[in-house]
C-alpha cells in the first residue's frame, strides 16, 4: 500500500509546507492525551505530534507557532502523575512562554546549521555509522521508492534528515491514506527507533540548546510512546 502525494514535497514527504504546518499546529490547538485515546484518534494524534515536531526541526517556529505554544492548554499534564510525554508537552509550552522568537531563531541556525555546519548533525546516516550519506540513507531510499515516497527536485536535505524522517512517518501514520500498523512497526524499527530517540537526547544536553531543549524531551518522550504504541496488537 502506497501513500497519497500531493503537488508539494517536501525532502522525504508528500505533504507540502502549508499542509504540514497545519499538522502541527493542530497537535497544539487540539492537544489530546495520546494514552486515553481511542484508536483512530490516536493515529490523528501521532501525525499531529510528528508534523509538530517536523516543522520544528525543518524551521525555528514562527512567533504565532510560539504562541500557540505557549496557550496551550495544559490539560494532560496536571494529572497528579503526569506521564513523561505529558510532563514534556507541559514543559514546551512553558518555554515557548518565555521564549523570544528572534532568540530561538538564533538558537535554531547555532543547533543546526552553523557556519559549515552545527553544532548537532541530525542526520540518520552519521548516527548509525558515523558518515553523512553513507549506507543507511541509501538503504532509506530504496524503502521510500518502495513506499512511493520521493524527494522533491531542488531539495538539498538528504532523505535521513531528522525533519524528513518525522514528515514521513506523517505520511505513514495518516490514518485514511497511511500503511497498517505493521509496516508502520518495521519503517519505524529499523529508520527511526534506530536513531532518533539518541538524536533528542542530543539535542536536550547541546550548550546552544535553550528552547530546542524542550523541544528534544519532547521528541524523546514520543519517541518512547512510539515505540510502546507500535509494539501492541492490532
Known sequence: ???????????ASGKGTNEM??????????????????????AKARTE?????????????????????ADRADGPGQAQRPTDLQAAWTRLSEAARSADPAAVDDEFHKLFI????????PYGSYYLTGFLMDKPLAALRDELSRLG?????????PEDHAAAICE???????????????????FFSEYVGAWLPRFFSDVQGA???DFYRSVGRLG???????????????
Not at 514520543?222 to 501492541?232: A, D, G, H, I, K
Open 1 to 11: 500500500m502506497t501513500c497519497r502525494h500531493s503537488q508539494d514535497y517536501i525532502v
Open 21 to 42: 504546518q497545519q499538522i502541527g499546529e493542530s497537535a497544539v490547538s487540539d492537544h489530546r492525551p495520546l494514552e486515553t485515546t481511542s484508536s483512530a484518534e490516536g
Open 49 to 69: 505530534a510528528y508534523g509538530l515536531l517536523a516543522g520544528l526541526l525543518r524551521n525555528p517556529p514562527s512567533a504565532e507557532l510560539l504562541q500557540l505554544l
Open 114 to 121: 552553523g557556519l559549515g555546519r552545527g553544532e548537532l548533525l
Open 149 to 157: 515516497i520521493q524527494r522533491a527536485d531542488g531539495v538539498s536535505e
Open 168 to 186: 514521513t512517518m506523517v505520511l505513514l501514520a495518516d490514518p485514511e491514506h497511511g500503511i497498517p500498523l505493521p509496516g508502520q512497526q518495521a
Open 207 to 209: 550548550k546552544n540548546a
Open 220 to 234: 524523546e518522550a514520543f519517541m518512547e510512546f512510539e515505540r510502546v504504541w507500535l509494539s501492541l496488537p492490532e
